[in-house]
């Protein structure tokens, strides 16, 4: 009895402290208050941010259609990207600052987490501006009906609050690594590390799915089972500064093989957008630290 | 006992080893008809990239080659039974052959953007640039769908 008297309110106030960690942190709306949308700017964020290389549907023609319903497979199991067009299947009656919660913190307007798939991780870094400007943007697209489909995945992972747990581990919004000049300066690592989110598939992941930032860049088995991401730091990758920046234009590798599968939708993106863009990107990553 | 394991352990080692080079005759085609594809790319990108300096001669050979390769008849290549998953050595992907009339639209888009840079290559250095980045392009459409990653 005398241990139940004890036991009990600690399981009370164990579960309120972790219902208290794993309730899902929003941005301050101040923030956001008074920032207007510039939706011709949303577009290069948009680019640069790659939404539509996950979202356009799977056998979708127009990439703009941001249909949803492509598979991602993991180890946890498979996450389908969902419908994000301005129809009431998608974002149709979200505000700014909801959009801006899903973005940058993972929180649904109802204020459920939504599983890393989605590299709000690295958009956490995003400028407001930008939220603001992308939101605009996407306002501009066309509206499609198609439902969202349902992830597929199994317990414990089904359980949505177990999010926040996972936030507390590896969600933590900071950049990775120092910018400098000779590492493409601020917007090299603004385009590497925030929106071209070139982590999620270019570094290896722990047991419980976050990223191992010890082996930044160092390559990744391939989430779709099929072979591996390849590696981007010096010890691995010996293209030029020159090189990296043409491949992200045309695609072509120094020995003029192409770009394949996930990765020719980046070069996609990259080739639309400036070429100092592009010269940021590849100075970011011929400065990454070599890994042994 | 240990001469047998061992001599079995070995045969296999061989056995593997002869697969990976006893590709089937129109893996080898279709692989070296890519390398003949990447070297002359490579020289048209060093004329855009200011590597190699213009001259028509050397840029229209370049941009006959890609255009000769364009009009080898693919399905000769692609086989059926000579995807990734049957051939050890290969990254054509099995959906190539569910898709076959969408294979072959996409190697259509090889052969008018190769047609493009032969018009582009007799013209002057300016024009390789975009009609390479057309070209890219259609290898990217492809590769995107077709190819097995590494």
Same mark, same amino acid.
């Given at each position: 009895?005398?241990?139940?008297?004890?036991?009990?309110?600690?399981?009370?106030?164990?579960?309120?402290?972790?219902?208290?960690?794993?309730?899902?942190? /929003?941005?301050?709306?101040?923030?956001?208050?008074?920032?207007?949308?510039?939706?011709?700017?949303?577009? #290069?964020?948009?680019? $640069?941010?790659?939404?539509?290389?996950?979202?356009?549907?799977?056998?979708?023609?127009?990439?703009?259609?941001?249909?949803?319903?492509?598979?991602?497979?993991?180890?946890?199991?498979?996450?389908?990207?969902?419908?994000?067009?301005?129809?009431?299947?998608?974002?149709?009656?979200?505000?700014?600052?909801?959009?801006?919660?899903?973005?940058?913190?993972?929180?649904?307007?109802?204020?459920?987490?939504?599983?890393?798939? =989605?590299?709000?991780?690295?958009? $956490? #870094?995003?400028?407001?501006?930008?939220?603001? &400007?992308?939101?605009?943007?996407?306002?501009?697209?066309?509206?499609?009906?198609?439902?969202?489909?349902?992830?597929?995945?199994? =317990?414990? =992972?089904?359980?949505?609050?177990?999010?926040?747990?996972?936030?507390?581990?590896? =969600?933590?919004?900071?950049?990775?690594?120092?910018?400098?000049?000779?590492?493409?300066?601020?917007?090299? /690592?603004?385009?590497?590390?925030?929106?071209?989110?070139?982590?999620?598939?270019?570094?290896?992941?722990?047991?419980?799915?976050?990223?191992?930032?010890?082996?930044?860049?160092?390559?990744?088995?391939?989430?779709?089972?099929?072979?591996?991401?390849?590696?981007?730091?010096? &010890?691995?990758?010996?293209?030029?500064?020159?090189?990296?920046?043409?491949?992200?234009?045309?695609?072509?590798?120094?020995?003029? &093989?192409?770009?394949?599968?996930?990765?020719?939708?980046?070069? &996609? #993106?990259?080739?639309?957008?400036?070429?100092?863009?592009?010269?940021?990107?590849?100075?970011?990553?011929?400065?990454?630290?070599?890994?042994? | 006992?240990? @001469?047998?394991?061992?001599?079995? +352990?070995?045969?296999? %080692?061989?056995?593997?080893?002869?697969?990976?080079?006893?590709?089937?005759?129109? !893996? @080898?085609?279709?692989?070296?008809?890519?390398?003949?594809?990447?070297?002359?790319?490579? +020289?048209? %990108?060093?004329?855009?990239?200011?590597?190699?300096?213009?001259?028509?001669?050397?840029?229209?050979?370049?941009?006959?080659?890609? !255009? %000769? !390769?364009?009009? +080898?008849?693919?399905?000769?290549?692609?086989?059926? %039974?000579?995807?990734?998953?049957? +051939?050890?050595?290969?990254?054509?992907?099995?959906?190539?052959?569910?898709?076959?009339?969408?294979?072959?639209?996409?190697?259509?888009?090889?052969?008018?953007?190769?047609?493009?840079?032969?018009?582009?290559?007799?013209?002057?250095?300016?024009?390789?640039?975009?009609?390479?980045? @057309?070209?890219?392009?259609?290898? @990217?459409?492809?590769?995107?769908?077709?190819?097995?990653?590494?």
């Amino acid at each position: 009895m005398g241990v139940l008297k004890f036991l009990v309110p600690a399981a009370v106030v164990a579960a309120g402290v972790g219902l208290w960690l794993t309730a899902p942190t /929003r941005v301050d709306p101040d923030r956001y208050a008074g920032l207007t949308g510039d939706a011709a700017a949303g577009e #290069k964020v948009f680019t $640069a941010a790659g939404c539509a290389s996950c979202h356009h549907a799977p056998t979708g023609e127009d990439k703009l259609v941001l249909t949803g319903g492509q598979p991602f497979a993991s180890d946890f199991g498979t996450f389908y990207a969902p419908n994000i067009s301005p129809s009431d299947q998608g974002l149709a009656g979200w505000d700014l600052v909801d959009f801006a919660n899903a973005v940058t913190r993972g929180v649904s307007p109802e204020g459920q987490h939504y599983y890393p798939a =989605f590299p709000y991780t690295a958009y $956490a #870094k995003m400028q407001t501006q930008d939220v603001a &400007d992308l939101f605009a943007y996407m306002q501009t697209l066309p509206a499609s009906d198609t439902p969202s489909q349902a992830h597929d995945v199994g =317990f414990p =992972f089904n359980i949505r609050r177990s999010l926040g747990g996972w936030k507390l581990l590896f =969600f933590t919004g900071d950049y990775v690594l120092p910018a400098s000049p000779e590492a493409g300066g601020e917007r090299g /690592r603004y385009l590497v590390e925030a929106l071209a989110h070139c982590a999620e598939c270019h570094t290896p992941r722990n047991a419980l799915g976050g990223l191992d930032t010890t082996r930044w860049m160092g390559g990744a088995p391939n989430p779709s089972g099929q072979g591996t991401i390849p590696a981007l730091t010096p &010890d691995k990758l010996t293209w030029s500064a020159e090189d990296v920046a043409y491949y992200l234009e045309s695609g072509f590798t120094p020995d003029y &093989d192409s770009v394949g599968g996930h990765m020719a939708e980046v070069v &996609d #993106k990259f080739s639309k957008l400036s070429a100092e863009d592009r010269m940021a990107v590849a100075q970011y990553v011929k400065a990454l630290p070599a890994l042994d | 006992m240990k @001469k047998l394991i061992t001599t079995a +352990v070995l045969m296999a %080692g061989l056995a593997t080893a002869a697969t990976a080079q006893d590709l089937p005759a129109e !893996v @080898k085609a279709r692989q070296g008809q890519f390398r003949i594809m990447a070297l002359n790319l490579g +020289v048209l %990108g060093g004329i855009a990239k200011g590597a190699i300096e213009y001259d028509a001669a050397t840029a229209s050979a370049a941009a006959d080659s890609l !255009v %000769g !390769v364009s009009m +080898v008849h693919q399905p000769t290549l692609f086989k059926e %039974g000579t995807d990734s998953m049957s +051939v050890d050595g290969t990254r054509a992907m099995p959906e190539i052959w569910d898709n076959m009339d969408d294979f072959g639209t996409k190697w259509e888009a090889y052969k008018t953007a190769a047609a493009e840079m032969q018009t582009a290559a007799a013209t002057g250095k300016d024009a390789i640039g975009p009609a390479l980045g @057309k070209l890219g392009g259609s290898c @990217k459409g492809c590769h995107d769908t077709y190819r097995a990653p590494e």
